[in-house]
């Protein structure tokens, strides 16, 4: 089977992200760090993704990958775990996680789902992936204030229809 495309990675990525930066901030101790963290593990993903096997656990495979980014982490600052939670409890947590998405973020996802897949690309590429504006304008084939105008419309977009679904179930 063929290894799954760089949108395809990003989009579980994106999925996966509350769940992967608490167990970093669990492993760190430090929310900041985290979502640095999160960022190393979104570019690790998209360097080995050929690893991974479509058809299996992608979460598993993700917690694995940020397993190893935060003992690196810890280990470059001459730190220890903060926490010790054994590969069980960090599984557990995060299936816990995956069961219980909020509402809000329930309707984000739906509303995400909803966009045309260059839009989903340039949002993940830019809030999953966390790569800089300049290279992701380049690649869109934009200038940096263009996509800035862009990203800023998606996101109001997003937020409308957050609201709106939020009122629809509640």
Same mark, same amino acid.
């Given at each position: ?9 990003? &989009? ?5 992200? =509350?769940?992967?930066?608490?167990? *970093? ?17 979104a570019l690790e993903a998209l ?15 993700? #917690? ?9 982490h810890l280990r470059a600052k ?25 509402? #809000? ?9 909803? *966009? ?5 690309? *340039?949002?993940?590429? =830019? ?6 504006? &300049? =290279? ?5 084939? =934009? &200038? ?6 862009h990203l800023s419309r998606l ?10 679904? *939020?009122?629809?179930?509640?």
């Amino acid at each position: 089977m063929a290894p799954l495309s760089s949108d395809e990675m990003l &989009s579980l990525l994106a999925a996966e992200r =509350r769940g992967l930066v608490g167990i *970093l901030t669990l492993m760190t101790g430090d929310r900041q760090d985290a979502d640095d963290l999160f960022q190393e593990v979104a570019l690790e993903a998209l360097r080995i993704r050929h690893t991974f096997e479509p058809g299996t656990r992608f979460g598993a495979w993700a #917690r694995a990958i940020a397993r190893l980014q935060a003992l690196r982490h810890l280990r470059a600052k001459g730190r220890r775990r903060t926490v010790a939670l054994s590969p069980e409890v960090i599984e557990q947590l995060a299936q816990d996680w995956e069961e219980e998405p909020d509402d #809000r973020e329930r309707a984000l996802h739906e509303c995400v789902q909803g *966009l045309e897949q260059e839009p989903r690309r *340039l949002l993940a590429l =830019r809030y999953s992936a966390g790569l800089p504006l &300049s =290279r992701i304008a380049q690649e869109a084939g =934009r &200038s940096e204030d263009a996509l800035k105008v862009h990203l800023s419309r998606l996101r109001k977009k997003l937020q409308e229809c957050v609201e709106a679904r *939020l009122k629809e179930n509640g």
